[in-house]
């Protein structure tokens, strides 16, 4: 019998030591939210133990927020130390509390933030603070705008803030505060979108994310580019900025339209091939561009009377900086005229829309497929024989046409300066 009580005093001794070793608690407590987005604000945290004597503690801000300046009070109390408050030296007793206000560069993104406490006693031992109250409410969110904008590129080059300059002047994106401030601290990662709706193209893009660096997003070489030229006259291509990865979804800005070519020239005088170099455009501006478009891309419904097209499924869009004159050379190969629907008859004229009327009085078509004539629609008609005397200012006309000596055949003759498109 003496042998069983002992055991049950022995079995009770943890029992007591369990009951008496209670978590030692402190509670802390961050005021002065909400706040708005990607600005310096200040804040006050409290804290008080629930026994023992706090000596120290180490509060951490959320993920890419900064700590700014010195707090109040200063050291040698508290102090900020890489980026994190740090009390030391406290001594404060159960029944006491201790309060630091301070400034910080609050997050970009709305929401509940989080901060990390970690405080310990006069013997180096955690608090738990399972009652403390870490959270800062943020009002809204940053945004994004274009430092820079997109100009014209050549298809798959790289699109800069430059008409067809694909080395420099690269295209910028920064982050923005609600008082249209840089926020220089706050690193996202940027992307874009093709904007979407009436006049804009869609096609192939390019642009891996880039992150912010000082607060601005660069787009260099490889980042950003379109692999699919648009139709000049009615469309236009915009890119939607925005955030990607961690902070998705904050508001982007739209970029101004620009237009995705097949080749281009910015020499004075200068000229480009397309269409496989079958045709040679050659200006006398600063600035010449030309694509070659399916039919089903430019949306343009381009129709001469008695033409049966010899490339029925595209269109051919040029375009320039001033109102001179483009020459054109257009081959038509032995190959070509044999698969169309013409089927080797050797006339060819050019079909060829216009803004206007032009010279010739063009009549207006239903160009853009809406079922009526409209504003956005263009004057419509075959290119006639240029006259002897000055052909240019005729524009659009043929000066003549000869054969290739394989069975192909050569079309010379001018079309007016701007961006019309046309068909052969």
């Known amino acids: 019998m003496p042998l069983l009580l002992a055991a049950a005093l022995i079995a009770s001794i943890p029992l007591a030591n369990t009951a008496s070793a209670a978590t030692a608690t402190v509670t802390g407590n961050i005021s002065g939210d909400p706040v708005a987005p990607g ?87 955690l608090y738990g603070n399972d009652g403390s109250d870490l959270t800062t409410q943020v009002t809204s969110d940053c945004s994004l705008a274009f430092a820079n904008q997109p100009e014209d590129a050549l298809k798959t080059k790289l699109i800069t803030g430059t008409d067809f300059v694909d080395t420099t002047d690269f295209v910028t994106v920064e982050l923005l505060n609600g008082a249209a401030q840089r926020v220089d601290y706050f690193p996202v990662a940027v992307g874009f979108d093709l904007a979407a709706g009436t006049g804009l193209a869609s096609g192939a893009l390019t642009a891996p994310a880039q992150t ?92 001469c009377p008695d033409q049966i097209l010899i490339y029925s499924n595209e269109v051919f869009v040029y375009g320039t900086d001033g109102t001179g004159a483009v020459f054109l050379r257009s081959h038509v190969t032995r190959q070509d005229m044999k698969a169309a629907t013409n089927n080797g008859q050797a006339h060819v004229t050019w079909c060829v829309g216009l803004k206007g009327p032009g010279v010739w009085g063009f009549a207006q078509q239903d160009t853009n497929s809406s079922g009526g004539i409209d504003a956005g629609d263009l004057y419509v008609g075959t290119a006639p024989a240029c006259p002897s005397k000055d052909p240019a200012a005729s524009a659009p006309c043929i000066t003549r046409q000869y054969g290739d000596g394989t069975g192909g055949s050569w079309t010379e003759g001018y079309l007016p300066g701007g961006d019309p498109p046309r068909r052969t």
Not at 46 to 57: G, N, Y
Not at 100 to 106: A, G, R, S
């Open 39 to 125: 600005q310096e604000q200040t804040l006050s945290f409290s804290i008080s133990p629930s026994s023992r004597t706090l000596q120290s503690f180490v509060l951490t801000p959320p993920a890419n927020w900064q700590l700014a300046g010195s707090p109040t009070p200063g050291a040698p109390n508290f102090t900020v130390v890489g980026n994190t408050l740090v009390a030391s030296n406290l001594s404060v007793s159960s029944s006491g509390s201790a309060t630091v206000q301070f400034n910080v560069k609050t997050g970009c993104k709305s929401g509940p933030w989080d901060w990390q406490l970690a405080a310990k006693d006069s013997q180096g031992r």
């Open 212 to 303: 912010t660096v000082d607060g601005v997003a660069t787009f260099g070489a490889g980042t950003l580019s379109i692999a699919t030229p648009n139709e000049p006259q009615f469309t236009d291509y915009k890119l939607k900025a925005k955030t990607v990865g961690t902070y998705a979804e904050l508001p982007g800005a739209t970029s101004v339209g620009f237009d995705i070519w097949e080749a281009a020239c910015v020499v004075q005088g200068c000229s480009v091939t397309n269409h496989g170099n079958r045709d040679t455009y050659t200006g006398v501006d600063s600035l010449l561009t030309a694509s070659t478009l399916a039919t089903s891309t430019a949306n343009l419904n381009l129709v």
